[in-house]
């Protein structure tokens, strides 16, 4: 179940300055930033899946909608 | 890790955990405080929540659907499938006649579970309350549910 | 992952074997529901009886297995079990997505966030004693944490970690394992948020010597 695998990742220079910054920011290696996206869109998609809303809410108070496609 | 170091830490670490309930969320966060020491520790909650497992575990001892013993017991589906999905809802007294006879049980403490009389006996509420931790509305009743569910039926039948 | 780790035997008063691991399924779960709650609903009528404060009484029983069950696919929901004497003696759940730093010198990097840790309720001294018995093994719950600090570890969140704590349980997590308390969350019933810095994490899991 901890084996891991190996596997080469092509990125376009905004998405690797993305990342970068994000490593950054968050202290984290770029690899464990990915491993975070691939776990946030793995529950979010399930929530999705299971009828559930995704909202961000802003200072007002006031919810809009995001949806993973 | 030194061994030495790591036990003398774990019984340090074990006599404060004995301090409190050292859990986040764990079943001790799912209860609630009562207010006053002199009103029944056991509220109407637990009672309905008794009258709706019991239902079920003797509808399932049966092997029988919502819809089968609606037939059977000559009772309304929609009631019945409310009665079993929603605790909130009080059941009508003459359904809760038809559910008596169609299994056998004494009435009048049927009625106090779903609500419909009031009940202050202690030992009446705590005993729901025991039963309806013991019962879990997994398919195929266990040893341990069919032994609760008989003694509390033998419980019943001696209000 | 099975790792053998010590309880203490509290009858003994000897160190015994168990096994912490995360492939925790569904019967982990049921055994929860089959053997614990029941415990805990008894010692919370004795506590009750005994006049204890404040009375404690079940606020509701449902429980939504199906869920707990998709919760065993998920990549950011790890779960713990502590196994001895065949029983399951403490489970817990992290996620590790959802929740961030609240300490000012690290807001917003990511952490292990505790949901859920429990021990069986005959290793609980105060639920055991309503019940007029001794608790059976100790350490539990610290042994848990300290599987949670080293899953923050292994992510890359250096240790970070954050809980929301009990009433009964904040000064064990502030005073014996060292955790810094941010403030009270009214979005979770306004219990108290405890935090972990690498550096108070590393010294919680080196047994103070870092």
Redesign the interface.
């Known amino acids: 179940m901890n084996t891991k695998k190996t596997m080469t990742l092509n990125l376009t220079e905004q998405e690797m300055e993305v990342l970068e910054s994000l490593s950054t920011q968050k202290d984290l290696t770029k690899t464990a930033v990915l491993r975070q996206a691939l776990r946030l869109y793995q529950l979010v998609d399930a929530r999705l899946a299971q009828g559930g809303k995704l909202f961000f809410e802003d200072g007002q108070k006031k919810k809009a909608e995001l949806m993973v496609l | 890790?030194n061994k030495e170091?790591?036990?003398?830490?774990?019984?340090?670490?074990?006599?404060?955990?004995?301090?409190?309930?050292?859990?986040?969320?764990?079943?001790?966060?799912?209860?609630?405080?009562?207010s006053s020491?002199g009103e029944e520790?056991?509220?109407v909650?637990?009672l309905k929540?008794a009258f709706v497992k019991l239902l079920q575990l003797k509808r399932r001892e049966r092997k029988l659907s919502v819809e089968e013993l609606a037939a059977k017991a000559d009772l309304d589906m929609a009631e019945l499938l409310r009665i079993e999905s929603d605790e909130g809802y009080v059941a009508a007294p003459f359904s809760v006649h038809k559910l008596a006879e169609f299994f056998k049980l004494p009435e009048r403490p049927l009625m106090a579970l779903a609500g419909l009389l009031k009940v202050k006996d202690a030992q009446f509420q705590?005993q729901a309350?025991?039963f309806?931790?013991?019962s879990?509305p997994?398919e195929k009743l266990?040893k341990?549910e069919h032994r609760a569910l008989e003694e509390y039926v033998k419980f019943l039948c001696e209000r | 992952m099975r790792v053998i780790v010590?309880?203490?035997d509290h009858q003994s008063g000897e160190?015994i074997e168990a096994e912490l691991f995360d492939e925790v399924t569904i019967d982990h779960f049921?055994e929860?529901?089959?053997e614990?709650?029941?415990v805990?609903?008894?010692a919370?009528?004795y506590l009750?009886?005994a006049?204890a404060?404040?009375?404690?009484?079940?606020?509701?029983?449902h429980?939504d297995w199906t869920k707990k069950e998709a919760d065993l696919r998920m990549l950011a929901i790890t779960f713990y079990g502590l196994g001895c004497g065949g029983a399951l003696q403490g489970l817990m759940k992290l996620l590790t997505v959802g929740h961030t730093c609240r300490l000012p010198e690290q807001a917003g990097k990511p952490l292990v966030y505790?949901?859920?840790?429990?021990?069986a309720?005959w290793n609980?001294?105060?639920?055991m004693n309503a019940l007029g018995k001794a608790?059976r093994y100790?350490?539990?719950?610290?042994?848990l944490l300290e599987a949670a600090v080293q899953k923050s570890k292994d992510e890359g969140f250096k240790g970070r970690l954050a809980?929301?704590?009990?009433p009964?349980?904040e000064?064990?997590y502030l005073?014996?394992c060292g955790m810094t308390a941010v403030g009270r969350d009214p979005a979770k019933q306004n219990l108290l948020w405890l935090e972990y810095t690498p550096e108070q994490a590393e010294r919680f899991i080196?047994?103070?010597?870092a």
């Open positions: 890790m170091l790591d036990r003398k830490w774990l019984k340090k670490h074990a006599a404060l955990e004995d301090g409190g309930f050292v859990s986040v969320g764990g079943f001790i966060s799912t209860f609630e405080e009562k020491a520790p056991v509220g909650d637990a929540h705590q309350l025991r309806a931790a013991r879990e997994v266990s341990e | 010590e309880l203490l160190f049921l929860t529901q089959r614990w709650r029941p805990v609903t008894e919370a009528l009750a009886k006049g404060k404040p009375i404690l009484v079940p606020r509701h029983f429980w505790v949901d859920y840790l429990e021990a309720p609980i001294k105060p639920l608790p100790g350490g539990i719950g610290t042994l809980l929301h704590s009990l009964t349980s000064q064990f005073k014996a080196t047994r103070g010597t």
